[in-house]
């Protein structure tokens, strides 16, 4: 294999790898000074390249297929698919990965493409027999809810005078 080949391929497992991953060489122009380029535009030239393109997907799919990516049914003989499912394929198997290592823009994706969203959740989880209540009646039934000596001193803090019910 080339010296250009080995770098293309170094190159491509850098990209495939998830960013919270990378460690101190995150970005293009980064891998590309630790590479002895002065910039990423040699990236740029090689990704518009088809022979890298090839290469490119080639790996990929050899990743997908290490990850398990790769659909096998009962005799072992793979699924026929055309490119753009197997992109996708590919493309969701990292996306699942990143999510299951607690990278939260994968999750957040994930959840939008294939659950509820997190917006969904949210207003879900803030839905309440509250939401009907005006702000004097939803402060009064909290302030029920507190134990009485905390309500009680809170009260003194702003100069109430408060004592304790008849019968207590």
């Known amino acids: 294999m080339s010296q250009h080949n080995t770098q293309w ?19 293009e122009d980064e891998w590309a000074k630790t590479h002895g380029y002065s ?4 990236m740029r030239r090689w990704k518009a390249k088809p022979e890298f ?8 799919e050899s990743m997908a297929a290490k990850t398990g990516a790769a659909v096998v049914y009962g005799d072992n003989d793979e699924i026929e698919m ?17 999510a299951k290592q607690g990278n939260l823009k994968a999750q957040e994706l994930f959840m939008k493409l294939y659950g509820k969203s997190w ?5 879900a989880a803030r839905a309440s027999d509250f939401s ?5 009646e939803l402060v009064a039934r909290a302030a029920a809810a507190v134990e009485p000596e905390v309500l009680a001193g809170a009260l ?13």
Not at 39 to 42: G, I
């Open 156 to 168: 003194r803090e702003l100069g109430w005078t408060v004592s304790e019910p008849v019968g207590a």
């Open 119 to 123: 917006l969904d959740e949210e207003q």
């Open 9 to 27: 391929d170094e190159y491509i497992m850098w990209l495939a790898t998830p960013e919270h991953e990378r460690g101190a060489v995150s970005t």
């Open 82 to 98: 055309d490119a753009d499912e197997r992109d996708y394929r590919i493309v969701r198997s990292k996306l699942v990965e990143s």
């Open 39 to 42: 910039d990423s535009r040699t």
């Open 53 to 60: 393109q090839e290469r490119q997907r080639r790996l990929t």
């Open 132 to 136: 009907n209540l005006e702000l004097p």
